[in-house]
């Protein structure tokens, strides 16, 4: 096993900024409000709103008139000189929501991967285990994670992760609709399919309240130190 650091920072570009240049890390980039385009070497891709791009190269983030916010997901060896500050992009602000160590095979291959999550009124996520680990942030309403022994409650703008193999239950509350997005790393050959398995076998058969919008997933190589 090797030890990477997942991490997701939120990006506030003011409209007719000047472009923020990325390196070259796995990385997804979701847009949370306003509209970005996304430069690299081939070319260009408008990514309005509630969209998401997946990526690995050296990248230059432009926003519109309006000011954007965007969600950062990046994969990063422990050891690698950059930190996800946009210190070099005035006007530009950058905080780290979470940072995170994980632990992947370093003989396997993997794929990164980018969704949302919808819940109605007072649903539920079942007991469950995922394939590989990821980093959720609260877009709406409110979800209680229980695992380890521990629960923790999470409101809107809100991250944690889950490291896959340990059992999760997560009601969400009564009060409005719950939404998440996630990133996480998942084994290439769960491509196109669901990384969930419920821990209990009376829940499988439980009709399922969330709703899944797979925004991309991307086969990736793990980065070395």
């Not at 980039?29 to 430069?39: C, D, K, M, R, S």
């Not at 632990?103 to 819940?119: A, I, N, Y």
Request: glycine share 10%; charged share 25%.
């Amino acid at each position: 096993m090797a030890v990477f650091k997942l991490r997701l920072f939120e990006d506030v570009l003011p409209g007719n900024n000047q472009p923020v240049f990325l390196p070259p890390l796995n990385r997804v980039l979701y847009v949370v409000e306003g509209n970005i385009t996304i430069e690299n070497l081939t070319g260009s891709r408008y990514q309005p709103a509630e969209t998401a791009w997946l990526g690995a190269g050296d990248i230059a983030m432009v926003p519109g008139n309006a000011s954007a916010r965007v969600w950062r997901w990046e994969l990063a060896p422990p050891a690698s000189d950059w930190d996800g500050h946009l210190r070099s992009a005035p006007g530009a602000k950058s905080e780290c929501k979470l940072d995170q160590e994980i632990q992947l095979g370093s003989d396997s291959q993997w794929l990164m991967r980018c969704d949302r999550v919808e819940f109605p009124k007072g649903g539920t996520a079942y007991t469950h285990v995922h394939q590989g680990p990821g980093i959720r942030c609260c877009l709406k309403g409110e979800i209680t994670i229980e695992a380890g022994g521990h629960t923790t409650k999470y409101g809107r703008g809100q991250a944690w992760l889950e490291h896959g193999y340990e059992p999760v239950l997560a009601p969400t509350t009564d009060r409005e609709e719950t939404a998440f997005v996630r990133c996480f790393i998942l084994p290439r050959g769960i491509k196109g399919r669901s990384s969930i398995r419920y821990v209990h076998p009376e829940d499988a058969a439980k009709p399922k309240p969330q709703k899944y919008q797979i925004f991309g997933e991307e086969f990736i190589d793990l980065p070395s130190s």
